[in-house]
Structure formats: structure tokens, C-alpha cells
């Protein structure tokens, strides 16, 4: 009837007046494409959520809490980017939240107008340091352009307020519930039947699924559309109301039943009619995602040209529970509630009934199969996933208030008493060709103690956990004198040519100490004890005439990966895992490698290698001997704990939790606090302080030092003409690097991975001897450099990962 009329509207007079009535622009589809992906760019450009790292402001400026100011106009944002760049100069890469709160605090002193310019510039220097008369006038400028900083401009957005922002940026809308309409269901919200959505993808799907915004009352008389309504040309009258022209509505309507057909999910089709349709039509476009099942399926009943497609099309929607209902509907005209229609009832109840006959079947067939989530198991916090939901401090702890600040002293555990047949293994006890590598040594400590024998008398797998400082690469020592000893000649020689040996240690600066201390201890066999590391190479022929390699995961990982270096590999006998407990960290897959990548070799070759692993106290211990293939069956035989009770120092500990709710305060506190703990030990004792990044390092130097000098105790950490002073203004000299070249003659030192391998190993020799005082560092060190450090701070707890 549509295809009819409009036909008789072609030759009536009105329509046959005007050559060009009916012409239609359009334009090529590249050109179309082009300009949308265009135009999706440019939105992009000002889309904050994409704009990560594009400015200081760029990470969502709005979710800081604390943070009084907020620009308004793009001209003061781009004024307030170029102030936080001017902050950042002075206070260093700094989180944002720092920089930001500093800005608060300085535009509140630039916009008191009762201070006066030197008390400006005074308040100014107390946050910033001192700052020249060039950058004061800079930055009173700055303050200048930024017009919109006030109690008026400063106050949080509220929705539906009078504030206005500039357009190019928009507003975060945010709609809140009245109390009237909380216990109405005003979004009405279509679920899915079975329930299942969740997660992500169940928030992403209900994008327009409110289609009662109007209210609730008129929505309760709005009448619901029935299948008898629908027929060929539904599609086409709804479409006219919209567009005049009958041709672009019939060409029209065949689109949306193509994307009503042919779309993945709801959010799919929702899209893809928004483009095709406009944001005019969007209570239509709701009405069409609302029933888009039953508008489908009707119009190609009522448009299939055969009985057979007809007939095909019944078939189909018969087997669908939700699209029977459907088709009962329009066969018997009623209107059929969900929850009465008992048809539709029994036809989910058998369906269900045929899912769980199935499932049942499949539990009979595979009892023992188990599926694992992978996902589940992720712990996207790493090294940072913490098990225990409980805190308890152990007896005799006590806590203490300070202005800005609050301590947690935890006293040091007791050493666990001898028992009774235990005693100190005596040097002379061990076999005579292990005695050279322990010269100097009177007897063994505790834990070496008890697993010398298993360590020299077996070649099984073995793990020890133990605290630092406790002698594990003694007893790693001592795995190597056992593969030593089995090559002995007969006349005391050692047969270097059918045995290597592979340490693995987690930092180029452990491999470096390591091969130090095993190329001492061990140059009486000769032996030749090489490191392989970014630092420095080994070629084809260096690998093949060293006995012991020491390494990092990453190096011997590449090594054991090439098909062509087995000639050389499968002389390995023993592999030693340092700090194996970094298996829960990010180089943790490098390791799983390394252990499963060996006992393969050993599935495959038939030949003996043993696998060593040393950790720190470990709380699923049990789980990495597995991983090792430790045997569990009998106590001592692989498996070694030791808890901190063993700890041949005893460690008291202290936790000081900042207070201060302004950013920049508790970065100053943070600073003040580093200041005084490291200034009670000045000239006693020296310290050792870990910060997170490379740059705080030298920041961190600076600052104590600066309030040494401020505070005129800085002889407190070297006397004026002592020897050490002598040596560090002489080795400062042939420092590289500028930042350790200013502080070395002060006592202070830095030490990092960007530092040239010179420079990092003149700090350990330096801070070992005892001319440097005071050593920051970052975690290079910590992962179990031996230096002699009284006193250990740990500044801050946050870590930038720029991958997160």
C-alpha cells in the first residue's frame, strides 16, 4: 500500500512543478569514512580519558581529592599546566597530587592580598626552595592570569549548578536519585532472563536500557508493543515521522532490519542505529533495542514471499523460549504476562532439565578434570598482593604521636635457643677439599649448621629460606664444593673441562659481588668465575673456558633458548636461583623458564642437574619446593625454613605512617622525618636509604644535605681534614656522574642502574670501607648486596610503573 501511494504521488501536480524536487546530495563512502574517523580523532584530541600523559593535568584532575583549585577556561589551563611545570622544576618529578597541592598553596599565597611582595616571596621560598627574582616575577605573572581562583571558582561542581565551564572541555555530568524516586523504578532496566551478566561487560551492554526517563507515571501508561502491530510497513510508518521523503524512509527501514539481524549484542545494534538514525530518533532507537527480537522476526513473517520461508521462519522462532512466546502471541492475540505464561514456563523448565542432563554427563565422563580460571588467579597487584587479613604486632610494641606524623616501634625478635644436640659445626669438621674456600672461618653458623651434610652429601633438590644476613651463599658454597669434589684427580687436581656451574642473581650489581667474593674463595682451585650481564659479554669461547658463571635470569634465559649453545649448556651440574622469592614479581615468568626449561634437559637427556633455590622467608614456601621438585616426603631432605628468629642480627623496626592530609605537606614531613632519623646516627653509624625512582636518588642526597647546611650539622657526618674526607674529595674527581661528583665530598652518596658501572662500583667500595656516611640508593641494592649498614630507610611506599 506505502510502494502504491507514493507512486500516485509522483504525478501530482505539486510534484511534477519543480525540476530537482526529488535530487538528493550525497557523497562518495571513502569520503564519508574519512571524514567520521576524522572527526572521531579531533573528539579524541579533548577527550580527557584518552589524554593519558599528554600534560600534568591530563590524568584526571577531577578524581584528586584535596585538590582546592580547578581551572575553568582552557586560558587558565594552559596558564595552571605552565605553573605546575614551574613547580615541577623546583620539586622534581613529583606524583601529580604533589604538584598539584603545591600549586593550591602557592596561588592561595599569590591571591592574599593582605601580604606584602617580600612576604610572598618568603612563604614562596619555604615551599619551593630558594627562588630567584626572575622566577618570582614569573611567577607572580602566572598568578596573575589565573582569574578564576576564589572561594566562588574553587567550589566543587555541582550538578545543575549555574557554573559554567568552557565548552571546549564540558562537564562531568553526574546524576544523582531524588529521595521521591528512589523506591520507583524509574530506569527500568531490562535484565536478560538467565541472569548471567556481570563484571565489565554486563555494565557495558546496559548503555540504553532507561527508556522510562519520562517519568514513572506516564511510563506506566504508555502502552507496550504487541506483535499484531507489526507488520510489513511498521518499520516504514515509524520511519516517516521522521523523514518526509517516502523513498528515504522505505531505504531506511531496510537498514535497520539489516542491522536488527546481522548485529553481535544490544550495544552493537544500539551503535550502529545511532549512526544510521541520529540522536533525534533516540526514543525510537529505544523502542527498536527494546523489542528488537519481536520487530525482526515479524516482519519477515509478515514479509516472506513463499509459505516454505514462512513456515521456516515459525520453525525457528519455535525453538527460542523467548521468541515462542512470541509467536504465541501472535497466533491466539493476547497479551501474555512473563510470569503467567505457563507455556512459556514449561518450555525453559524442560530446556533447563536438557542443560543439566548434559552437565551431569560430562561430571560421569570427566570426574578428576578440573578447570582452572586463570584469571582468577592473577594477582594484579604483584609483589604487592597481600594474603593476611590480619595485622597483629607482636608483643612488647608501642606507638607514638608526633606533629604531622605517627611511629610503630616493633622491638627486635629473640634468637630461638640451641637445642639440645645442636652445636656449631667446626671448620675442621669438613672434608679436607672444602676447608680452603672457609679460611678465616672458626666454625659455621646455626643454619649452616644443619644442612652442611645435605648440602655436600646429596645431589637432591633443595630450597632454603632463610632472612638476610643468615649465610645462604655459604651454603650455596658448599652445593658447588660437592659438584667440585666429584672431579678431583688423583693428584689434587680439578678436571675443569666436564662440569659448569650457573648462579643467577636478580641485579648486575649482586652478579658483580658475587664474582668477587667466588673468585677469591675459590682461585686456590683454579677455578674461573665470570659474569655475564648487560655489563659485560662473555663470547662462545670465554662460556666454554669458565667454570663458574654468575648471571642474570635474562642473560642465561637467552642463552638456554638458542638450539645451537647446547654444546656447552649440557655440561651444567648444578643451577643456583638467588632471591628465588621474585618469582611473584614481574621477572617472575623469566625464572618459571629457566627451572622448567632445566628439567626439561633433564626429562630429555637423562642427565643429573641439581636446583638450588635461596629466598628470604617465604609464606608458601611449600608451593615454590614443588616447583623446584623437592622432595616432602621426610623433613630435612630438601626443604630448609628458617624465620626471622634466626636472624644472626636482630632487627627492630619501625613504621612511621605520614598524617598530614595536604599532598605537599607530606612530602615536606616525609623529607623532615628522613632528616632526623638519619641524623641520629651522624658519626656513629652508617644509613642506608632506598627511595623508588632514579631521579629521587639524587633529590633526596640534596635535600638532607641542604638541611645539614641550613642546620649547620653536617660536621656531625665528617670531620673537617679527617682521612675520609680526603679520600672522597679525591676519588670525586673521576667521578662521571655530576650528581655524585657534588655530594661524594660531603659524605653523601648515590647509587642506581643508570650510573656507569665505574661510579656504582667506587660507592660499594667507598660506603664498604667506611668513607661514605650516608648511601641513598634504589632497589639495586636491596636485593642482597652485602654492605654495612647499621640503620635502613625506606622512603615512601608508592612505585610509578609507567605500564599500569
Request: proline share 3%; hydrophobic share 35%; with cysteine.
Amino acid at each position: 500500500m506505502a510502494d502504491a501511494a507514493a507512486r500516485q504521488l509522483q504525478y501530482e501536480y505539486k510534484a511534477g512543478t519543480r525540476m530537482g524536487d526529488r535530487y538528493q546530495r550525497t557523497k562518495p563512502e571513502k569520503t564519508e569514512e574519512r571524514k567520521a574517523k576524522r572527526q572521531k580523532r579531533d573528539e579524541a584530541q579533548y577527550d580527557f580519558d584518552r589524554m593519558k600523559g599528554a600534560t600534568l593535568l591530563s590524568e584526571g584532575i577531577d578524581e584528586m581529592v584535596g585538590i582546592v583549585y580547578r581551572p575553568k577556561t582552557q586560558d587558565t589551563r594552559q596558564t595552571y599546566e605552565v605553573l605546575l611545570s614551574f613547580i615541577q622544576e623546583s620539586l622534581g618529578d613529583q606524583p601529580r597530587d604533589i604538584l598539584c597541592g603545591a600549586a593550591d598553596e602557592i596561588l592561595a599565597v599569590l591571591k592574599n592580598d593582605k601580604l606584602k611582595d617580600r612576604e610572598k616571596r618568603k612563604d614562596i621560598d619555604s615551599l619551593l626552595g630558594n627562588v630567584t627574582e626572575e622566577r618570582f616575577a614569573l611567577l607572580v605573572n602566572l598568578g596573575k592570569k589565573i582569574t578564576d581562583f576564589g572561594s566562588e571558582a574553587s567550589s566543587t561542581i555541582k550538578v545543575g549548578g549555574e557554573e559554567q565551564i568552557d565548552e571546549t572541555y564540558g562537564i562531568n555530568v553526574q546524576f544523582e536519585e531524588s529521595e521521591e524516586e528512589s523506591d520507583e523504578d524509574i530506569y527500568g532496566e531490562i535484565r536478560e532472563e538467565d541472569g548471567q551478566d556481570e563484571g565489565e561487560e554486563a555494565r557495558i551492554d546496559n548503555t540504553l536500557h532507561a527508556e522510562n526517563l519520562g517519568g514513572s507515571e506516564e511510563s506506566k501508561k504508555e502502552k507496550s508493543l504487541h506483535p499484531l502491530d507489526i507488520d510489513a510497513y511498521w518499520l516504514q510508518r515509524c520511519l516517516s515521522k521522521f523523514y518526509n521523503d517516502a523513498m528515504v524512509s522505505q531505504a531506511k527501514a531496510s537498514e535497520v532490519l539489516k542491522i536488527l539481524k546481522d548485529s553481535n549484542d544490544d550495544r552493537d545494534c544500539e551503535n550502529q542505529l545511532v549512526l544510521l538514525l541520529g540522536f533525534d530518533c533516540f526514543d525510537f532507537i529505544k523502542k527498536l533495542k527494546k523489542n528488537r527480537e519481536m520487530i525482526l522476526y515479524c516482519t519477515m513473517l509478515a514479509s516472506s514471499q513463499s509459505e516454505s520461508e514462512r513456515q521456516k521462519i515459525r520453525e525457528q522462532m519455535r525453538s527460542d523460549p523467548l521468541l515462542a512466546k512470541i509467536l504465541r502471541q501472535l497466533d491466539t492475540g493476547k497479551n501474555i504476562d512473563e510470569d503467567d505464561d505457563s507455556h512459556l514456563t514449561r518450555l525453559q523448565k524442560k530446556y533447563k532439565e536438557e542443560q543439566l542432563k548434559g552437565e551431569e554427563e560430562d561430571e560421569q565422563m570427566g570426574k578428576n578434570r578440573k578447570v582452572l580460571e586463570l584469571e582468577d588467579l592473577i594477582f594484579a597487584a604483584g609483589s604487592h598482593f597481600m594474603a593476611n587479613k590480619r595485622c597483629t604486632l607482636p608483643d612488647g610494641s608501642f606507638r607514638k604521636q608526633r606533629k604531622g606524623y605517627e611511629e610503630v616501634h616493633v622491638p627486635a625478635l629473640k634468637p630461638e635457643p640451641f637445642g639440645k644436640d645442636e652445636e656449631l659445626v667446626p671448620i675442621d669438621k669438613l672434608p679436607k677439599y672444602v676447608q680452603p674456600v672457609f679460611d678465616g672461618f672458626k666454625t659455621l653458623n646455626r643454619i649452616q649448621s644443619r644442612l652442611w651434610k645435605f648440602a655436600l652429601e646429596s645431589d637432591d633438590n633443595m630450597l632454603l629460606c632463610a632472612p638476610t644476613g643468615a649465610g645462604k651463599t655459604n651454603v650455596a658454597l658448599l652445593t658447588m664444593m660437592r659438584e667440585i669434589g666429584k672431579h678431583i684427580n688423583d693428584d689434587g687436581s680439578i678436571n675443569t673441562e666436564e662440569f659448569k656451574i650457573i648462579y643467577v642473581a636478580p641485579m648486575r650489581s649482586l652478579v658483580q659481588e658475587m664474582v668477587g667474593n667466588f673468585g677469591k674463595r675459590l682461585g686456590c682451585y683454579n677455578l674461573i668465575v665470570s659474569e655475564l650481564t648487560g655489563d659485560h659479554q662473555l663470547t662462545r669461547e670465554q662460556i666454554a673456558a669458565t667454570q663458574v658463571i654468575v648471571c642474570t635470569p635474562e642473560k642465561w634465559d637467552i642463552i638456554t633458548r638458542k638450539g645451537g649453545e647446547k654444546t656447552y649448556t649440557s655440561l651444567v651440574r648444578l643451577v643456583i636461583i638467588d632471591e628465588i622469592h621474585l618469582l611473584h614479581d614481574e621477572r617472575g615468568p623469566v625464572l618459571e623458564a629457566l627451572v622448567a626449561r632445566t628439567l626439561r634437559n633433564i626429562e630429555t637427556t637423562q642427565e643429573d642437574i641439581r636446583l638450588i633455590g635461596l629466598s628470604a622467608t617465604l609464606p608458601n614456601y611449600h608451593d615454590v619446593a614443588r616447583f623446584l621438585r623437592v622432595r616432602l616426603d621426610r623433613p630435612d631432605k630438601g626443604l630448609f625454613y628458617f624465620d626471622n628468629s634466626f636472624r644472626p642480627v636482630a632487627l627492630e623496626q619501625q613504621y612511621i605512617g605520614v598524617t598530614e592530609k595536604k599532598a605537599l605537606k607530606r612530602f615536606q614531613v616525609m623529607n623532615d622525618i628522613v632528616y632526623e632519623k638519619t641524623i641520629e646516627h651522624a658519626g656513629r653509624n652508617q644509613v642506608l636509604i632506598f627511595v623508588h625512582s632514579r631521579k629521587e636518588t639524587g633529590k633526596t642526597a640534596r635535600a638532607i644535605r641542604d638541611m645539614c647546611l641550613e642546620k649547620d650539622t653536617l660536621g656531625s657526618f665528617l670531620r673537617e681534614g679527617s682521612a675520609s674526607m680526603e679520600v672522597l674529595r679525591s676519588e670525586a674527581e673521576q667521578v662521571k656522574n655530576s650528581e655524585l661528583k657534588e655530594l661524594l665530598p660531603y659524605g653523601f652518596a648515590i647509587h642506581h642502574a643508570g650510573m656507569t658501572r665505574v661510579d656504582r662500583t667506587l660507592v660499594e667500595d667507598l660506603f664498604a670501607d667506611r668513607h661514605i656516611q650516608v648511601l641513598v640508593s634504589t632497589a639495586t641494592l636491596a636485593w642482597g648486596v652485602n654492605l654495612p649498614a647499621h640503620t635502613v630507610i625506606i622512603k615512601g611506599t608508592q612505585v610509578y610503573n609507567p605500564e599500569k
